[in-house]
T-cell receptor, first 113, second 115 residues
Framework: SQKIEQNSEALNIQEGKTATLTCNYT??????LQWYRQDPGRGPVFLLL?????KEKRKERLKVTFDTTLKQSLFHITASQPADSATYLC????????????FGRGTSLIVHP | DAGVIQSPRHEVTEMGQEVTLRCKPI?????LFWYRQTMMRGLELLIY????????DSGMPEDRFSAKMPNASFSTLKIQPSEPRDSAVYFC?????????????FGEGSWLTVV
């Protein structure tokens, strides 16, 4: 089965710096990969989707890369702000073409003012 | 749109009692998902429906759990009898499948505590 690895340790950075979060996976190569944000006490919220034939996707201060050779996605937040503090989850579609996502456990980001 | 609506938001119940969680998906979405989130196991898919039909319930932990979707605008997840290890946040989510992938829209969750 697909294994998704995200750093379980919180990432602490200073405001204004670039935050980089990692999502590694094993076995099956997904057709697409998604990143979600989750705030305490709330449900996850979709941020970005990147397909297997795309190397990079950007949205405002967010950038996602997808390296199918390394089986890794990197999620960058540039010019980070304290309001970016949250848990970020990556999700990959399950094998078999069903497009049903399986979620990683997420990495907590803390941006200090 | 109001988004995915779940109720109750919080529930505290005694072991052995029946618990029913409710969900109204986003209008027009054709997929509905029930997830459970705990610190230990993260976000787990319990079951999902396509056009009101259960497609995969392999994530349902045991027979004490059941889910129904009688129509396109309503679903329930029932636990009977409940046990302390069922304490978790239960999320309902919906999506509209496209060839571009499957972006999931989550509700705010139902926080269940079984004592």
């Amino acid at each position: 089965s697909q294994k998704i690895e995200q750093n379980s340790e919180a990432l602490n950075i200073q405001e204004g710096k670039t935050a980089t979060l990692t999502c590694n996976y094993t076995n099956y190569s997904p057709a697409y990969l998604q990143w979600y944000r989750q705030d305490p006490g709330r449900g996850p919220v979709f941020l970005l989707l990147i397909r297997e034939n795309e190397k990079e996707k950007r949205k405002e201060r967010l950038k996602v890369t997808f390296d199918t050779t390394l089986k890794q996605s990197l999620f960058h937040i540039t010019a980070s702000q304290p309001a970016d503090s949250a848990t970020y989850l990556c999700a990959l579609d399950r094998p078999g073409g069903s497009y049903i996502p399986t979620f990683g456990r997420g990495t907590s980001l803390i941006v200090h003012p | 749109d109001a988004g995915v609506i779940q109720s109750p938001r919080h529930e505290v119940t005694e072991m052995g009692q029946e618990v029913t969680l409710r969900c109204k998906p986003i209008s027009g979405h054709d997929y509905l998902f029930w997830y459970r989130q705990t610190m230990m196991r993260g976000l787990e898919l319990l079951i999902y429906f396509n056009n009101n039909v259960p497609i995969d319930d392999s994530g349902m932990p045991e027979d004490r759990f059941s889910a129904k979707m009688p129509n396109a605008s309503f679903s329930t997840l029932k636990i009977q009898p409940s046990e302390p290890r069922d304490s978790a946040v239960y999320f309902c989510a919906s999506s509209l499948m496209s060839g571009s992938g499957n972006t999931i829209y989550f509700g705010e969750g139902s926080w269940l505590t079984v004592v």
